[in-house]
């Protein structure tokens, strides 16, 4: 499913086996997306990291800037030996607040330490497992809800027809590209991703970059480190 880029580097990162077949699927289904393709060019969707590393910096950046997100991940990271549920564990409160978390984002890392700790996430299954049921593990975990959840079935797992109808920069950018920036409303966005599947998550890939001012899912879930 994913082809690595380069497998020596301990952060290797990951490309989609299927972005190739699925740009050429959307560019005969669609009109946007047949001219949007070629005027982005050759980038595509990249994943490095692990499930809990990933889903930990996505609580971090929750409801803060970009750039505030990674100054406090870049301190956080700092106080586990390794960044891993059991060391997160182990870490005292008051170290957490002083890297720059809330207490509110403190409880919601701690309970996905506890969660991946105590095997509540069947991590192991979830290649085999469909996209709403791993949904369904993730939202039981506090400070996580579906839209997080989504963010990681595409930019961690890489799974290829997620739709996240809410997020606001997939429904700005169809109103932009598809309705002349009128308003849209889910179902419109539904029938316009109806010609998408089975490659939702790469067409709304392709939404996101072409707005003018990107949107930042990547930044909230993918691991950069």
């Not at 020596?8 to 086996?17: H, I, L, M, N, Y």
């Not at 050759?42 to 910096?57: I, N």
């Not at 991940?73 to 720059?100: H, I, S, Y």
Request: glycine share 4%.
């Amino acid at each position: 499913m994913i082809a690595p880029k380069d497998v020596a580097s301990p952060a290797a990162v990951f490309t989609p086996a299927y972005w190739a077949e699925a740009r050429k699927h959307l560019v005969k289904k669609d009109r946007v997306m047949k001219r949007l393709i070629p005027q982005l060019g050759d980038v595509c969707l990249e994943t490095r990291g692990d499930a809990f590393t990933t889903l930990a910096r996505s609580i971090i950046g929750q409801q803060i800037s970009v750039k505030a997100a990674q100054t406090v991940w870049g301190k956080f990271v700092l106080l586990p030996e390794q960044m891993a549920p059991t060391n997160v564990l182990k870490l005292k409160v008051d170290d957490m607040r002083a890297a720059g978390l809330s207490a509110r984002k403190v409880e919601y890392l701690v309970d996905l330490a506890l969660h991946f700790d105590a095997g509540k996430l069947h991590v192991q299954a979830w290649e085999e497992m469909d996209d709403e049921a791993i949904i369904a593990e993730l939202v039981a975990i506090r400070g996580i809800g579906r839209w997080t959840a989504e963010m990681f079935l595409i930019f961690h797992m890489m799974r290829p027809n997620v739709l996240p109808l809410d997020d606001v920069g997939l429904i700005n950018g169809i109103s932009q590209n598809y309705f002349s920036g009128d308003p849209v409303s889910r179902s419109d966005a539904r029938e316009v991703a109806a010609a998408w599947a089975p490659y939702c998550s790469v067409a709304t890939w392709y939404i996101w970059r072409s707005l003018a001012t990107p949107a930042t899912p990547e930044s909230a879930v993918k691991n950069r480190t």
